[in-house]
């Protein structure tokens, strides 16, 4: 059977903090779907994670929230050992604090497609990724970073960890005013030698006034500027040396 439909809310203020892991529901096998896990305050020592399934099954639909308090490693709407991972998502607002990553599917051997991240507030310790996959392909992620949140690590639209994985079709949109660390690249797609990961991949800037160390494996860079902004405005400062030429056998960059 399958593991469905569980809602976890952790309210809590510290010193009451969660040692472990929090789940939304774990299952040794079929599917894990439409789980929810809300945290407003405390702290949990290790991840919050949607929905968790340990051998082959596929996790989709899971939500995690992070209103507040302190993540003491990662946040994850949705985690397959074998399965594919679909249709989860990641918010975190407010205060949310995440200590590691925060990725909005995560599999080892199947694919991360169509998972959301949104961090509006708070502040993530490493890196975003809509789509994870050890060994298979990550597409059709989004991942939003808004609002006055800060990301220390990269952004990645998804992420695939060999040499002949895709990761492709995915989107980053940038608005309000977040912060990023000196050393963020904010990519589209990314692999062990960026084969693959650059094509639909599409950085989308509503905002003005950013600084990141660099832009990587994006086949469309839209900019949507704000009324508010005045001649000779920055929408957006790298501080290491750009290149935006195309690859071998890879998509043009449109602008």
Known sequence: ASASGNNVTITGTSPNAIDGFVYGAFQQANAVSQNTVTMSAGAVGRSLIGGFNR???GVFGNTVTLNGGTVGQNVTGGRSVSGDVFGNTVIVVNKGNVTKDAAGGS???GDAYNNVVAILGGRIGKSVLGGYSKSKSAYGNTVTIAGNSHVEKNVHGAYCDNN???????TVII?????????TVIAGGDNWNRVNARTGNTLQMHTKGITAANISNFEYLH????????????VLTLTQAVDISTPANQPTTKI
């Open 223 to 234: 900019f949507y500027l704000p009324k508010s902004i005045t001649s000779n405005a920055t």
């Open 175 to 183: 608005q309000g005013q977040p912060t990023f660390g000196t050393t």
């Open 55 to 57: 051998t082959a099954g």
């Open 107 to 109: 599999t080892d051997n």
């Open 164 to 170: 002949s994985c895709s990761a492709t079709k995915n």
